[in-house]
C-alpha cells in the first residue's frame, strides 16, 4: 500500500505543482524518488510533527495540496490538537497520511501499534478517514483524496499486502465497494483486513452461503446506506479491522445499526480488544493472538451463524 | 467589549494594542476591500486570547463594521473570545490554544518563498506562549530554511496567567536564543510606536535571516491601577471600573 501510495502520489505531484509532500522525517527508501523529483514539492519538517501539520496547514492556506507523511501514531496523535484547529477548523487542503497502521510495526513496540487513530481522527469535524484494503485502493484513494478540497487523513499498511480486487473497481469516497453480493451473511472490511475477508468469505460461500462482501475503504463519511441494506436484506453483519473494536469501523457501523427501527441483522465488531500487547510479536503474531488471522475470524463468525444455518466448523 | 461580555484578557490586549495599531496603520499590505487578495502580508495573531483588540484593530482597519464589535463573545455572535476566522474578514487564522500559530506562519512563509511572492509574514505572540515546543520545532525550522519573510513580534509583558514570566519559566536571555536559531533579533518599546513603526518597517532585521522583534510591553498598558498587574489577565473590567479605565486613556 505505501509503494502504491507514493507511486500514485509522484504521478499527481508531475501533473499538479500545487501538490506538496511534508515528512516528519520518516520515509527511508519511500520518499526520495518524490523528493528528488520535485524538490520545490517536497519538505523534511525533521522529527517535529507539530511543525509538520503546522507547516502544511500554512502551505495548504497558501493555495497547495498537502500531504503529511509519518508512520503509526506520530503523525496523528502527537499533533492531534494542530490537526483539529488548524487543518479541520481551517478546512485546510491537508492530506494527513500514516503508514504503518494497525499492526504494521508489530515487534516495533506498542509505541508504534496504530490501534485508536481511525476512532480519533473519525470524530473530528470535517475530516475524511479513508482506510483502503490493498494496493489498487491505496492508488485510487490517493487520487481521490487529491481531488477533495479538505483534510482528509489516509490510512495506510505498510509494503507489500496482497491485491484483491480483481479489477480496478470504481472508487468514490464515501461509497462501499460491493465485491460480492449475498443475503445471508455480510462482511464489512476496511484497510488490511479486506484480504482476510475476500478469503472468509470464499470459504463461506464454499459451504453453501449467500455472502456479502463489503469493502469500507472510507470510514467518514461512512455509506451508511450499504449498512442498512446489509442490516435488513442479511441476518449477520460482522465488521473486519485492524483497528481497536471501540470507535473505528466496528463502532460507525454500530452506532448506523442501533439506531434502526425494526428487525435488524445481529452486529459483531471483529477487530483488536482495546488493550497494550503484552508480548513481543511481529504483525501476523500479534493479529493471530487478536483472532484477526483467518482461523480466529472464522472461530468468532461460526459459533454465531451456526445456530442459523447449521454450519459445520 | 470584555466589560460588557465579561470576558478575560483585558491586560494581554492593552499590551498588544499599539503593536497591532502599527502594523495595520502603517506595516501590513492588505486591502480591507479585498481580504483574500492573494499577495496580501498574512497577520497571524498567535495570542488568541488577545481577540478584543484583534477584531477592533480589523474592523479600524476597514474589514468590517465597527457596529460588529458588539457579537465579541455574544450569543448567535461570530467573535468569539478567541481570535476566530470564521466569518470575520481579515483574520487569517483562528487561535486560542497557544503554540499553533507561528508553524502555521512558517509553512506560509515558506510557500512564499518557494513560490517567489513578495508577500510576507507576521506572527503575534505572547511571552507566555513561548513555552508551547511546538513554537521552537518552527523556530529551528525557519532559522534553517533562511525564512526572511518570516517576522515573529513577541509581546513581552513579563506576565503570564498565573504569575510573572520570570518567576514561572523564564526566557531570559531571550534574544540569544534567537540569535543562536538563526534568527535576526530586535529589542524595542512595544509601546514607543515611531520606534516599532521603524522597526516593523525594516524588515527583515538581517538579511536571509528572519525576524524576532521583542517587544517590551506593560500589561494592561494605559490603565495605571491595571498595569503589571496578574489580576487582569482574567478579570473583567466592572462598569464603573470601565468608566475610570476609559477616562484615565483619553486623558493620557
Redesign the interface.
Known amino acids: 500500500m505505501r509503494t502504491a501510495f507514493i507511486e500514485a502520489l509522484n504521478e499527481l505531484a508531475d501533473k499538479d505543482p500545487r501538490v506538496c509532500l511534508v515528512v516528519g522525517d520518516l520515509g527511508y527508501s519511500v520518499i526520495e524518488e518524490f523528493a528528488d523529483k520535485h524538490p ?1 514539492q517536497f ?1 523534511n ?2 522529527v ?1 510533527e ?2 509538520m ?12 495540496v498537502v500531504f503529511t507523511y509519518s508512520i503509526a501514531n506520530f503523525g496523528t496523535l502527537r499533533c492531534l ?2 490537526i483539529r ?2 487543518v479541520c ?2 478546512r485546510a487542503n491537508v492530506k494527513v497520511v500514516a503508514v504503518g497502521c494497525g499492526l504494521a510495526y508489530g515487534n516495533l513496540g506498542v509505541t508504534h501499534h496504530a490501534s485508536e487513530d481511525v476512532a480519533i481522527m473519525r470524530a473530528l469535524p470535517n475530516m475524511t478517514v479513508v482506510a483502503p484494503g490493498d494496493p489498487i485502493e491505496a492508488r485510487l484513494g490517493t487520487r481521490a483524496v487529491v481531488a477533495l478540497d479538505g483534510p482528509a487523513y489516509l490510512r495506510l499498511g505498510r509494503a507489500g499486502e496482497p491485491v484483491v480486487h480483481a479489477d480496478e473497481p470504481a472508487f468514490v469516497l464515501g461509497r462501499a465497494i460491493t465485491m460480492r453480493e449475498g443475503s445471508d451473511l455480510t462482511l464489512i472490511a476496511s484497510g488490511s483486513m479486506l484480504a482476510t475477508a475476500d478469503r472468509i468469505a470464499a470459504q463461506l460461500a464454499e459451504k453453501g452461503l449467500s455472502v456479502r462482501l463489503l469493502s469500507m475503504h472510507t470510514i467518514k463519511p461512512l455509506d451508511r446506506e450499504a449498512i442498512v441494506r446489509a442490516a435488513t436484506e442479511t441476518r449477520f453483519v460482522f465488521t473486519l479491522e485492524e483497528h481497536s473494536i471501540e470507535g473505528g469501523l466496528g463502532g460507525a457501523v454500530a452506532e448506523v445499526m442501533a439506531e434502526l427501527d425494526g428487525s435488524r441483522a445481529l452486529l459483531k465488531r471483529i477487530g483488536l480488544r482495546p488493550q497494550f500487547n503484552a508480548v513481543v510479536g511481529d504483525q501476523k503474531y500479534l493479529k493471530s493472538l487478536h483472532g484477526l488471522d483467518e482461523e480466529g475470524v472464522m472461530k468468532t463468525i461460526q459459533p454465531i451463524i451456526a445456530g442459523s444455518y447449521r454450519l459445520v466448523g | 467589549m470584555i466589560s460588557s461580555a465579561k470576558t478575560s484578557h483585558i491586560g494581554s490586549c492593552l499590551s498588544l494594542a499599539d503593536i497591532l495599531a502599527v502594523l495595520y496603520g502603517s506595516v501590513l499590505r492588505v486591502d480591507p476591500a479585498l481580504p483574500e487578495w492573494p499577495d496580501r502580508d498574512r497577520l497571524i495573531v498567535s495570542k488568541g486570547h488577545a481577540a478584543a483588540v484583534t477584531y477592533a484593530a480589523v474592523a479600524e482597519a476597514g474589514f468590517m463594521p465597527l457596529e460588529r464589535l458588539g457579537e465579541y463573545a455574544r450569543n448567535g455572535g461570530q467573535l468569539y473570545g478567541h481570535v476566530t476566522h470564521a466569518g470575520v474578514p481579515g483574520v487569517e487564522m483562528s487561535n486560542g490554544s497557544l503554540g499553533h500559530g507561528l508553524p502555521v506562519g512558517t509553512g506560509m512563509a515558506l510557500a512564499g518563498k518557494r513560490d517567489r511572492r513578495s508577500w510576507r509574514v507576521f506572527v503575534l505572540m505572547s511571552d507566555g506562549e513561548c513555552d508551547e515546543g511546538s513554537n521552537w520545532e518552527a523556530i529551528m525550522f525557519a532559522g534553517h530554511h533562511k525564512l526572511d519573510n518570516l517576522t515573529i513580534v513577541i509581546d513581552y509583558n513579563k506576565i503570564q496567567s498565573l504569575d510573572f514570566v520570570a518567576k514561572t519559566i523564564g526566557l531570559e536571555p531571550f534574544a540569544d536564543k534567537f540569535t543562536a536559531f538563526g534568527w535576526g533579533v530586535c529589542e524595542v518599546d512595544g509601546h514607543d510606536v515611531s520606534a516599532l513603526r521603524r522597526t516593523l518597517e525594516s524588515v527583515p532585521i538581517e538579511p536571509g535571516k528572519p525576524s524576532a522583534v521583542i517587544a517590551h510591553t506593560i500589561k494592561g498598558k494605559g490603565v495605571s491601577w491595571m498595569e503589571n498587574k496578574v489580576l487582569w489577565h482574567y478579570r473583567p473590567p466592572a462598569e464603573d471600573e470601565l468608566a475610570k479605565a476609559l477616562a484615565e486613556v483619553a486623558a493620557s
Request: no cysteine; net charge negative.
Open positions: 520545490d519538505v519538517a525533521g517535529a507539530q511543525n501539520i503546522g507547516l502544511a496547514v500554512g502551505m495548504a492556506l497558501s493555495g497547495k490538537e494542530q484547529n488548524d477548523y481551517h
